[in-house]
Nanobody, 116 residues
Framework: QVQFVESGGGLVQPGGSLRLSCVAS????????MAWWRQAPGKQRELVAQ???????MYANSVQGRFTISGDNAAITIYLQMNDLKPEDTAVYYC??????????WGQGTQVTVSS
């Protein structure tokens, strides 16, 4: 079993920045199958950022150029740097595996609210 604990969310004005962190523990040996997801009110959960096979970031079109995924493989920790935030980025952000078939449960996530 793997546990994911997210942190770093908050209230930010449009155009602002936040950095999310996620620490994984349990039966996991590295970060490159981890990803960031988000769920906005009334919407389905969506994949926001993950690592490619070349260990570089891959992003949803809606966040491309504004969000950056990174991580510390030794610490089994990933980050999501979010810049130029928009109201439509408001959501609960989760980290987990990058494949739905690999996901057994979700953590509590971290709330990001973008509002003036």
């Amino acid at each position: 079993q793997v546990q994911f604990v997210e942190s770093g969310g908050g209230l930010v004005q449009p155009g602002g920045s936040l950095r999310l962190s996620c620490v994984a523990s349990g039966e996991i040996s590295g970060i490159y199958n981890m990803a960031w997801w988000r769920q906005a009110p009334g919407k389905q959960r969506e994949l926001v950022a993950q690592f490619s096979s070349g260990k570089v970031g891959m992003y949803a079109n809606s966040v491309q150029g504004r969000f950056t995924i990174s991580g510390d493989n030794a610490a089994i920790t990933i980050y999501l740097q979010m810049n130029d935030l928009k109201p439509e980025d408001t959501a609960v952000y989760y980290c987990n595996f990058n494949l739905l078939a690999s996901i057994r449960s979700w953590g509590q996530g971290t709330q990001v609210t973008v509002s003036s």
